[in-house]
């Protein structure tokens, strides 16, 4: 009886068609400023990785889990401890009141929409107002929110920077590539169906329905910072990493706070035991 089982598993096996291989580049790790136990965001970073989500990702992607006050929140974007209260901070009010998309909102009474200025209270506001506008302005795919997009990715946001610097022109061996798609080394896929070269030459990386969305110095930097590609796209990743983790710096702050307090209390107990027990014989 075992032996015809180990017979019939050999030839499931044969028989089971291969599954082909997902490949991608390997990430690069950036060195990000929040790296390790005591990194902390880089706020000049991240108000200029906030004006690259602004004038170019928000065009498609949302995220709809940050609150514009969020951006004065401590760690963020735009905080300053001259305004405490983020929802007085000048700042984020003025990126409340010049957002390009209104709130809408529906009358309780009548059902019929209305619109407003957004809020430091409010979300920054999406794009889209569901799913399937988003699809049908975007050639049926459906753009990713990216307030966890760090988090969601292996690799965070070294995954993102990746993606973001890893268009590339489609390999002359590859036929049939599907319309409205890009190729990216960096996104994971398997091209081995489009591929009419040699088969151990299969390129790394897949097709992605996102366009390149970046180009040199099309974002401008207010600090005066290079605005290349790689710069652009780094700034946005980290941006979105503290999207992903907007209390990351109060986090690791209260931990440093916690062991220091747990090393002098460490020393404290020590000399206290010494000074009660130095006269008793052991």
């Not at 096996?13 to 990000?32: C, F, M, N």
């Amino acid at each position: 009886m075992l032996r015809k089982l180990l017979a019939l598993a050999v030839a499931l096996g044969i028989a089971a068609p291969a599954v082909a291989a997902t490949t991608s580049a390997p990430l690069q790790h950036q060195p990000w400023s929040f790296s390790g136990p005591t990194g902390m965001y880089d706020q000049g970073q991240l108000q200029r990785g906030f004006k690259v989500y602004t004038e170019v990702c928000s065009q498609c992607h949302a995220i709809q889990y940050i609150h514009f006050y969020n951006l004065g929140d401590p760690g963020g974007p735009f905080w300053s401890p001259k305004y405490p209260n983020s929802n007085e901070n000048p700042y984020v009010k003025a990126i409340a009141a010049s957002w390009p998309r209104q709130v809408t909102e529906i009358n309780a009474d009548t059902g019929d929409p209305s619109h407003r200025k957004p809020t430091s209270a409010d979300v920054l506001v999406p794009p889209f107002p569901n799913d399937a506008a988003s699809r049908a302005s975007n050639g049926g795919a459906l753009p990713p929110d990216m307030s966890l997009l760090a988090a969601a990715r292996e690799g965070g946001p070294d995954y993102i920077d990746a993606i973001l610097n890893g268009f590339r022109a489609t390999p002359a061996g590859i036929k049939n590539a599907p319309p409205g798609k890009y190729y990216n080394i960096a996104f994971p896929g398997d091209l081995s169906s489009y591929w009419t070269g040699a088969s151990d030459a299969v390129p790394t990386g897949g097709f992605i329905s996102m366009p390149p969305p970046l180009t040199d110095c099309k974002v401008t930097f207010d600090d005066g910072k290079p605005c290349k590609v790689a710069d652009e796209a780094r700034d946005v990743a980290a941006f979105l990493q503290w999207a992903s983790d907007p209390k990351m710096d109060e986090r690791k702050q209260i931990g440093i706070a916690v062991m220091i307090y747990l090393v002098i209390f460490s020393g404290l107990l020590y000399f206290s035991y010494r000074s009660i027990w130095r006269d008793v014989a052991h």
